[in-house]
T-cell receptor
Framework: GAVVSQHPSRVICKSGTSVKIECRSL??????MFWYRQFPKQSLMLMAT?????????EQGVEKDKFLINHASLTLSTLTVTSAHPEDSSFYIC????????????FGQGTRLTVV | TQLLEQSPQFLSIQEGENLTVYCNSS?????LQWYRQEPGEGPVLLVT?????EVKKLKRLTFQFGDARKDSSLHITAAQPGDTGLYLC????????????FGTGTSLTVIP
């Protein structure tokens, strides 16, 4: 399958600072990328869908000013957690798709964010 | 409230036993996927089903998509300790392309 690289895999930051997470599709053009959040022993919750060159579509209850998503190219999307607080600590996972219907979306390895 | 409900939420069985995990919704999906996730890693795709009533087999795993494309099941025969993990179903609602919503998850532990 195709490769999606997510960086960093782990990050610890101080409360009030911002953290940027990158999601790259290494061997295909990802017209659509998805960002998920996962709490321990729970499932993945879709946060937002981003299409290259346009604004991200956020799911209900997700603060767009808190979680800034940029999808500036066909191989890179970034999620910036702004003014992080301890409750933002979580596992964040991206997935990337070529955009064709019913095709597979490939997942990154995830980023463990801890806000202290 | 999640779109897809999985049952059971937790399952602990002995090696060699059979099990079935269910994924149910009131929504219709254009396709449904099953994933397995290890702690600290991203989910790994097991199968994609797109046709109502479709049955797919992957070694000891059998996946079925409901006739109405609202539900799915995963059956594991003769479970092995290596099957231990979090199993997730994910459905793409009709008209949303590849926007997948994940089920509540089933944590499976197979005891040697």
């Amino acid at each position: 399958g195709a490769v999606v690289s997510q960086h960093p895999s782990r990050v610890i930051c101080k409360s009030g600072t911002s953290v940027k997470i990158e999601c790259r599709s290494l061997d295909f053009q990802a017209t659509t990328m998805f960002w998920y959040r996962q709490f321990p022993k729970q499932s993945l919750m879709l946060m937002a869908t981003s299409n290259e060159g346009s604004k991200a579509t956020y799911e209900q209850g997700v603060e767009k000013d808190k979680f800034l998503i940029n999808h500036a190219s066909l191989t890179l999307s970034t999620l910036t957690v702004t003014s992080a607080h301890p409750e933002d600590s979580s596992f964040y996972i991206c997935s990337a798709s070529s955009g064709r219907v019913n095709t597979e979306a490939f997942f990154g390895q995830g980023t463990r964010l801890t806000v202290v | 409230t999640q779109l897809l409900e999985q049952s059971p939420q937790f399952l602990s069985i002995q090696e060699g036993e059979n099990l079935t995990v269910y994924c149910n919704s009131s929504s219709v999906f254009s396709s449904l996927q099953w994933y397995r996730q290890e702690p600290g890693e991203g989910p790994v795709l097991l199968v994609t089903v797109v046709t109502g009533g479709e049955v797919k087999k992957l070694k000891r795993l059998t996946f079925q998509f409901g006739d109405a494309r609202k539900d799915s099941s995963l059956h594991i025969t003769a479970a092995q300790p290596g099957d231990t993990g979090l199993y997730l179903c994910a459905g793409a609602r009709v008209g949303t392309g590849n926007q997948f919503y994940f089920g509540t998850g089933t944590s499976l532990t197979v005891i040697p």
